[in-house]
C-alpha cells in the first residue's frame, strides 16, 4: 500500500520547500515514519525519521539544522520542511511507514512506501 507524498519542486539553492505526506491507512499517530531519497546515480539513503507519537527524531549529519520532520495529527500528515537547501539535496524524496515504533535509518524497517516526489535544487 503506498503514502501519498507531495511538495516537491524546482528551487533555487538557499531556498526552502515542505514535503507531505500521509499514512496509507489509519492515524499517522499509529506509525513511525521516515524520508529517504535518492540522488541520480545513486542509492536511496535516509533522511530523516519519527518515532510513532512524535517522541524521538533523527536526521542524517548532512541535513540537521536544516530540515525539519513534524507531525500534524489534526491533519493526519508528517511534513519535512526543507530549508537552506543545496544542489546537493537534489534527489527523489520517499515517503516511508513503519506499524512499528521506531524504524530509524533501517529501509527494510518500513513495510510502506511513498511514490516519490522530486526536489531539484539549482545553484
Known amino acids: 500500500v503506498q503514502l501519498q507524498a507531495s511538495g516537491g519542486g524546482l528551487v533555487q539553492a538557499g531556498g526552502s520547500l515542505r514535503l507531505s505526506c500521509q499514512p496509507p491507512v489509519g492515524r499517522v499517530s499509529s506509525y513511525g515514519m521516515a524520508w529517504f531519497r535518492q540522488a541520480p546515480g545513486k542509492e536511496r539513503e535516509f533522511v530523516s525519521a519519527i518515532s510513532r507519537g512524535g517522541e524521538s527524531i533523527d536526521y542524517e549529519d548532512s541535513v540537521k539544522g536544516r530540515f525539519t520532520f513534524s507531525t500534524d495529527n489534526a491533519k493526519n500528515t508528517v511534513y519535512l520542511q526543507m530549508n537552506s537547501l543545496k544542489p546537493e539535496d537534489t534527489a527523489v524524496y520517499f515517503c516511508?511507514?513503519?506499524?512499528?515504533?521506531?524504524?530509524?535509518?533501517?529501509?527494510?524497517?518500513?513495510?510502506?512506501w511513498g511514490q516519490g516526489t522530486l526536489v531539484t535544487v539549482s545553484s
Open positions: 516511508a511507514a513503519t506499524l512499528g515504533y521506531w524504524g530509524g535509518s533501517l529501509e527494510r524497517a518500513y513495510s510502506s
